[in-house]
């Protein structure tokens, strides 16, 4: 693809310096953060690929929408313009704003989970699932067996195994079956979309059963770009149409603004049903605050509305997607192992293949965070077996097949020259890979592991002779 297809469309109008430090400066700062990327400064990261959730760059427009923010307690005006973007965008009727995606999370799970019930979903997301289990309901994984294969180029990763869908509807009774928690790109099989072929087949296999389908939309708007690209019968729809055709499969979703929508703080939840919204409606002010703020001020619920629509731009959505594709394409062209295809939000890196000698139990992603963050300053985030967390039942580690580090690019934030810095750490880091050691746990929390957990080094791990 010619960058004269793709070149931002935007010009740059304000800056922030950035800082660079030294490789001994790197090496005390990560011991000192015990070994997790989340717990360094981030005055001591060169560049921040640690997510793209609220690290977004805001628009001329959106920060103008800062200064119209109604801070009245009820009734803000912006409330009002962010329901109607949302019914004009997403087709949904109802909207509850919330202070971000899990705010949202916490409330359909709250209404909608019985103890005892099942919540089957395309891979799980870290606090969705955690929502999921303390409201006392158990998330059953229905992704397609592609996703779990870091290799496959299959480019409908997220789609759902409509087999694993049955199987669990009828092991469980559709009764018993809370919803189908179905996400737009799948963030932790490595920001993989779902095709609409899919999502009709299993919207019909669950309006025979009477199940809804709360919908993860925090990138919709991505997904739908990768719907036009790859899916037959899309090539002349724009996002926004393919958009508004997803959410019209489904009967709700929870939104975190932060990532599409390119809001630093901000999400809601949306809903079609007028007593469920009710309810909702209700709920909201336990948690969060008045329905029409849920926790938010007014000025940010303005700049949301505008990120929303500015999210469905084709020149956009094409930008934010191929700078990613741009970076994930100089590292296969290194002969680095990336996660395929190379997703919307991020590259994701196969830490099983990076570093064979580090068994699972060692925690070979966290360790490559760490490797990277010392050979460039780079910050990632480690999504595979310290993500996964604990299994509920049995207390040991969930084992997920997938051990990937996440390279996530906020959107318009950095230029393809930062892509080619990282590039360089990642090439770096990969020809010095057998000196790398495994991690241990000094410090382990209850809930969400990853962010908090503190590490030591082990010893070098044995080096596998390679043939
Ligand atoms: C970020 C995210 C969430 C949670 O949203 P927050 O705004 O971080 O609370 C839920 N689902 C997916 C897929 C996400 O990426």
């Not at 849920?294 to 469905?312: H, K, V, Y």
Request: glycine residues 8%; proline residues 4%.
């Amino acid at each position: 693809m010619k960058k004269s297809h793709w070149a931002e469309p935007y010009k740059i109008k304000m800056v922030e310096p950035l800082r660079k430090t030294s490789r001994e400066e790197r090496k005390k700062l990560i011991e000192d953060a015990g070994f997790n990327t989340f717990q360094l400064k981030s005055a001591d990261v060169y560049i921040d690929l640690l997510t793209d959730s609220g690290t977004s760059a805001m628009s001329d427009r959106q920060w103008a929408g800062l200064m119209m923010g109604d801070e009245a307690y009820s009734g803000s005006r912006n409330f009002y313009h962010l329901e109607t973007v949302v019914q004009e965008y997403y087709g949904y009727k109802y909207v509850v704003p919330t202070h971000q995606g899990r705010g949202a999370e916490h409330l359909i799970a709250r209404l909608l989970i019985r103890p005892g019930m099942y919540v089957p979903g395309n891979m799980y997301f870290t606090t969705t699932r955690l929502h999921q289990e303390l409201a006392g309901g158990n998330f059953t994984d229905v992704i397609t067996d592609e996703a779990h294969d870091p290799d496959s180029d299959f480019p409908f990763k997220g789609n759902i195994d409509l087999q694993k869908l049955e199987d669990i509807i009828r092991k469980a009774g559709a009764a018993n079956i809370a919803y189908l928690s179905l996400a737009t790109t799948v963030n932790m099989a490595g920001g993989q979309p779902i095709s609409l072929e899919n999502m009709k087949q299993v919207r019909k296999l669950t309006q025979q059963h009477g199940i809804r389908i709360i919908h993860d939309m925090a990138r919709v708007a991505e997904n739908a770009f990768m719907i036009q690209q790859h899916e037959a019968g899309y090539a002349d729809r724009t996002v926004a149409s393919i958009v508004k055709e997803i959410c019209s499969l489904t009967d709700g979703a929870v939104m975190s603004g932060k990532k599409d929508a390119l809001v630093n703080i901000g999400g809601f939840l949306a809903l079609n049903d007028e007593g469920l919204y009710e309810e909702a409606k209700n709920l909201v002010i336990v948690y969060e605050g008045m329905h029409t703020y849920g926790g938010l001020a007014g000025r940010d619920m303005e700049a949301m509305a505008i990120g929303i629509t500015e999210s469905l731009e084709e020149a956009h959505i094409a930008a934010r997607v191929y700078q990613v594709h741009y970076l994930g394409n100089l590292l296969k062209e290194a002969g680095i192992p990336v996660l395929n295809p190379i997703g919307t939000h991020g590259v994701f890196l196969n830490a099983r293949s990076f570093l064979p000698h580090i068994p699972q139990t060692h925690f070979p992603a966290q360790a490559l965070t760490v490797a990277l963050y010392e050979a460039g300053g780079v910050r990632t985030v480690e999504r595979g077996i310290v993500s996964a967390g604990r299994d509920k039942e049995t207390g040991d580690h969930h084992y997920p097949s997938l051990e990937l580090v996440r390279l996530a690019i906020p959107r318009r934030v950095y230029t393809l020259s930062h892509m080619d810095v990282v590039a360089d750490a990642i090439i770096e880091t990969y020809e010095n890979r057998d000196s790398i050691p495994g991690l241990a746990f000094t410090m382990e929390p209850k809930y969400l592991r990853f962010f908090q957990a503190r590490f030591r080094q082990l010893a070098p791990e044995p080096a596998l002779t390679t043939p």
